[in-house]
């Protein structure tokens, strides 16, 4: 399993979403309001807001969701934001005690 975090412009946001859940089995994910910076070309760094969207997906369903995440959520220009991929060592569903692949599924 891997854990995908997406930083998007807000303005892009529905974009991402609509072809998420366009997806056959679309992941489930969580989005929050954030702000930061990143690495500044010019000047000093400025507080942006962006998206985080965070989901837990198959490592085989990886290369699909950064596909569609960058497909719909660029615009070509600076600051369209970064996407991040890290390893789930376990995962477990509270309500049935079901772990791993199966919280995902």
Do not use: C, Q
């Given at each position: 399993?891997?854990?995908?975090?997406?930083?998007?412009?807000?303005?892009?946001?529905?974009?991402?979403?609509?072809?998420?859940?366009?997806?056959?089995?679309?992941?489930?994910?969580?989005?929050?309001?954030?702000?930061?910076?990143?690495?500044?070309?010019?000047?000093?760094?400025?507080?942006?807001?962006m998206v985080k969207l965070e989901t837990v997906i198959p490592t085989e369903r990886v290369e699909e969701i950064i596909s569609v995440i960058v497909e719909e959520g660029q615009t070509g220009n600076y600051g369209d934001g970064k996407i991040f991929v890290s390893n789930i060592e376990k995962a477990v569903r509270i309500r049935t005690g079901e772990t791993d692949d199966d919280v995902i599924r």
């Open positions: 399993m891997k854990e995908l975090k997406a930083f998007i412009k807000p303005n892009m946001i529905r974009y991402v979403v609509d072809a998420l859940e366009s997806l056959e089995d679309a992941p489930g994910i969580t989005l929050s309001d954030v702000r930061g910076w990143g690495h500044p070309k010019e000047g000093p760094a400025k507080l942006v807001e």
